[in-house]
């Protein structure tokens, strides 16, 4: 019986049994209903005989706990605090009776008046004793809210007591956001006692970062009230920003306890430290493939809050040297690195205190964040950072991004020079996608590699050179796809703005310099070029072929093909989707690239390569539809591209997946409204088109060549039927670039382009190589060749106005084709001659 139970625990001999006895006297009545109550769940011990026999059950086991929620609701104050002094065992023993019944004791304890200390101090100790997750923050929290009841007299009474459950609390495996409410309660009780209280567990135990935190404590025994005052602020951040008044706060407050130094040394430890591993604190451990894995983090869950306000202490007391800190934290935790798991807190701490800071230098640390970062999270509160920074300047975020871009202290012309002893070296950016570092002796030679000289005697300063040209590739890169990305966008430009910060700027203007420009002139048309004319135009935005007519374009690919450009990304090649006749038709979605089976995983990679956000697809709950988003013109649409898997008995993740439709949305507010195709502007739609078109045509099984040899498989047909099939887009600028190039060729009198083939005449047979898949037809049958592309990629191909692995790919197989006769791989031999 519950009763004897809980009598003879309460006769245990602590010094409180007889608060117990005496309560169990007064809550008989109650605990005898709950003894009837765990007879009913128990039943006789038999199976049910069928679903009426269960249906009884379930309606007799409701009607007790019906009972007893009356009975708590009614109860008067002394059978009030006797059945929560007897029932907290209960919580602790039955986790039905937790789940059920802690709301209503919650409210029981909170109505409640005439507590004793030895009655509170009776539940502190049996809820101080529970370690389970679930039921030992509700237990505390009950007789909490039996505390607050007391008088301050009554409540010192209780300080050894509430010293203790804070100790055992701090240790307790609880829920993040129990724990908060917990802690919180627990901490205003004791800190309403004693001013200097810190609450256990606060400062980590564990952690290098919070070394100089636990330094202060051991140097300082006993904490002083000013310290014990900012180390509680810190710990009540709870958000991404903190409000003015708590940053007002918090600077007071370290001032007063003289604690800038210590959050700074904590601001380093956080960038410089080892992570912890999950196995040191017996954190859960995930298991692959039947090896037991343990994750390493920066901070534990548990700390996250606390960390977020260290980082922000140290943000708005540090100097100069902060912003490189803060930096280098939001890289660490916003990128998972390995085994070290992202902490999305303490990313978002520091990209908001980059963009809260008024040093230049946060901004150029939050234009490369951009580049780097790729959670989805991260990616908006960057957004917001950056609109923070430049609301504060009066300028948008998309000026503000552009005037951030560091020029890495090159000159004009995209170059330094350091003097090494008898060494020049020189950095310079060559072209938009090569940095080279070149060094020239006494004698005048120069070198791509590094003299031993220069090695032995200046290391270090070679290291940073070595380091500054990886930097400065970064920016590169980084540029290359934001101008890229403004081609879907409308910009305009005043022809000074444009030339400080684009035409001018020793590393963006390498990528302007090899791109066409409009250019407005007095009477309001617009005139393409390269560089400016003599009279400094009013207005400059990037030329895209969509807006230009067939003999413009086709001049402009003339003109790049004949002067040898080669253009940073493709642009005067650069591929056109209009809206059909049957997008037309069915009004909100494009069903273009629909149908098509992708190798899943290089799927992905893509969608993360071309800035696109998407769900990860497998068996889980929300894995099983894919939807892959990226924003356009200037983040006012959304397309969104949708997909699933084929695979329905894969362990994880799918090998395959289907395309579906393509929609676009358009920014409403903060959300986003469906829009109909015909409403999408066309540079937006033909770049978003341009962007499933890439996914499907790098992805898409049709381009696999080994694929024919696999013999009967259920894609056997789609392969067949894509990878011959008519030409998209892209294959069709592949098509228009062969025409220019191919005439410049030494194999030129041996290829012709036929339809959607490159026709290549060798000595042993003629081949049609498919401009979209690169895939191989031999003459007169139509056999299929298969030559698989070596490793290492193509080499030694000739000049390309663009960059095509594609196209490259196709033009290294006519190579090889038009001189068949030399071929050597029995492999292709035996596939030639089978048929010849």
């Not at 290391?459 to 890169?477: D, H, I, P, Q, W």
Request: net charge negative; hydrophobic share 40%.
């Amino acid at each position: 019986m519950l009763y004897d139970t809980l009598a003879a625990e309460a006769r245990q001999g602590d010094g409180l049994d007889p608060v117990r006895l005496a309560a169990l006297d007064r809550a008989r009545p109650l605990v005898d209903l709950f003894d009837r109550r765990q007879a009913e769940i128990q039943g006789d011990g038999t199976l049910w005989k069928g679903e009426r026999e269960f249906e009884e059950h379930v309606a007799r086991l409701t009607a007790l706990e019906d009972e007893v929620h009356e009975r708590l609701d009614a109860s008067a104050e002394e059978e009030g605090r006797a059945a929560l002094l007897c029932l907290l065992p209960v919580v602790e023993s039955d986790s039905a009776f937790a789940w059920h019944f802690t709301d209503a004791l919650k409210a029981l304890a909170t109505r409640s008046h005439g507590w004793t200390p030895g009655e509170v101090a009776v539940m502190l100790v049996r809820a101080s004793a529970f370690r389970d997750r679930y039921r030992s923050a509700p237990a505390l929290e009950i007789a909490l809210i039996a505390a607050e009841r007391l008088g301050p007299d009554q409540r010192r009474e209780l300080a050894p007591w509430l010293r203790g459950a804070d100790r055992e609390f701090a240790g307790a495996d609880v829920p993040i956001e129990e724990r908060k409410r917990v802690t919180r309660r627990l901490s205003a009780l004791l800190v309403d006692m004693e001013e200097a209280h810190v609450p256990s567990g606060l400062i980590p135990e564990r952690g290098a970062w919070a070394e100089p935190l636990r330094s202060r404590v051991s140097t300082e025994p006993g904490a002083t009230a000013e310290f014990a005052r900012f180390i509680r602020h810190l710990g009540r951040l709870s958000s991404p920003r903190p409000s003015q008044k708590w940053s007002r706060e918090c600077v007071a407050l370290a001032d007063a306890a003289s604690m800038r130094g210590t959050v700074a040394e904590c601001l380093r430890a956080l960038v410089e430290c080892e992570p912890q591993c999950s196995k040191d604190d017996g954190a859960h451990a995930d298991w692959l493939d039947g090896h037991e894995y343990h994750y390493h983090y920066l901070v534990h869950q548990n700390h996250g809050d606390f960390a977020r306000g260290v980082v922000w202490a140290a943000a708005l007391t540090g100097g100069p040297e902060t912003v490189l800190l803060l930096d280098g934290l939001a890289l660490r935790a916003g990128t998972r690195n390995g085994d070290l798991y992202e902490d999305v807190k303490l990313a978002g701490a520091a990209i908001n205190a980059l963009g809260a800071a008024a040093d230049p230098g946060a901004l150029e640390s939050l234009w490369r964040l951009q580049a780097k970062i790729k959670d989805r999270a991260l990616r908006k509160q960057l957004d917001a950072a950056l609109r923070t920074a430049a609301g504060r300047q009066g300028i948008t975020p998309a000026q503000l991004v552009e005037r951030s871009v560091p020029s890495h202290g090159l000159g004009p012309d995209g170059s330094l020079e350091r003097t090494l002893g008898e060494h020049t070296v020189r950095l310079a950016v060559e072209d938009a996608a090569t940095v080279r570092l070149t060094f020239t002796g006494a004698n005048g030679k120069a070198a791509k590699t590094a003299p031993a000289a220069v090695k032995d005697g200046f290391a270090g300063e070679l290291k940073e050179l070595k380091a500054l040209a990886k930097e400065v590739r970064g920016t590169l890169s980084t540029e290359r796809a934001r101008i890229e990305a403004l081609m879907s966008d409308d910009r305009v430009w005043p022809y000074g703005e444009w030339r400080e910060h684009y035409r001018d700027h020793p590393i963006t203007g390498v990528i302007v310099r090899g791109l066409v420009w409009e250019f407005q002139r007095e009477d309001g048309t617009w005139h393409a070029a390269m560089t400016p004319p003599g009279e400094p135009p009013a207005h400059v935005r990037l030329w895209h072929p969509i807006r230009a007519t067939v003999d413009g374009v086709r001049a402009w690919r003339e003109r790049i093909v004949d002067e040898r450009v080669r253009q940073p990304f493709k642009q005067a090649f650069r591929e056109i989707y209009l809206l059909t006749p049957a997008e037309e038709e069915t009004g909100t979605y494009s069903n273009r690239f629909a149908a098509h089976i992708v190798r899943y995983r290089r799927l992905y990679a893509l969608f993360k390569d071309r800035g696109w956000q998407a769900n990860f697809l497998g068996r889980y709950d929300g894995g099983y539809n894919g939807e892959a988003r990226r924003e356009f013109g200037g983040g006012e649409w959304r397309a969104c591209f949708y997909h699933e898997p084929v695979d329905d008995d894969t362990d994880w993740a799918p090998e395959y997946a289907s395309t579906d439709q393509v929609r676009f949305e358009r920014r409403q507010g903060r959300g986003w409204a469906d829009v109909p195709l015909a409403g999408v502007p066309p540079l937006v739609f033909s770049e978003a088109m341009r962007d499933v078109d890439l996914f499907v045509g790098v992805t898409s099984i049709a381009a696999d060549a080994d694929w024919a040899d696999r013999g009967e498989d259920r894609f056997a047909a789609y392969w067949r039927a894509a990878t011959f099939g008519e030409l998209t887009a892209s294959a069709e600028v592949r098509r228009a670039a062969l025409e220019r190039i191919l005439p410049r060729t030494k194999i030129a009198g041996r290829c012709s382009l036929d339809g959607r083939y490159l026709a290549v005449r060798g000595e042993l047979r003629t081949y049609k190589i498919h401009l979209g898949s690169s895939n191989i037809l031999m003459e007169p049958d139509d056999s299929y060749l298969c030559v698989v592309q070596a490793r290492g990629g193509t080499k030694g191909t000739p000049y390309l106005p663009f960059e095509d692995e594609r196209l490259s790919l196709i033009l290294s197989k006519a190579f090889l084709l038009a001189a068949d006769h030399k071929i050597t791989d029995e492999t292709i031999l035996h596939q030639i001659r089978r048929g010849a």
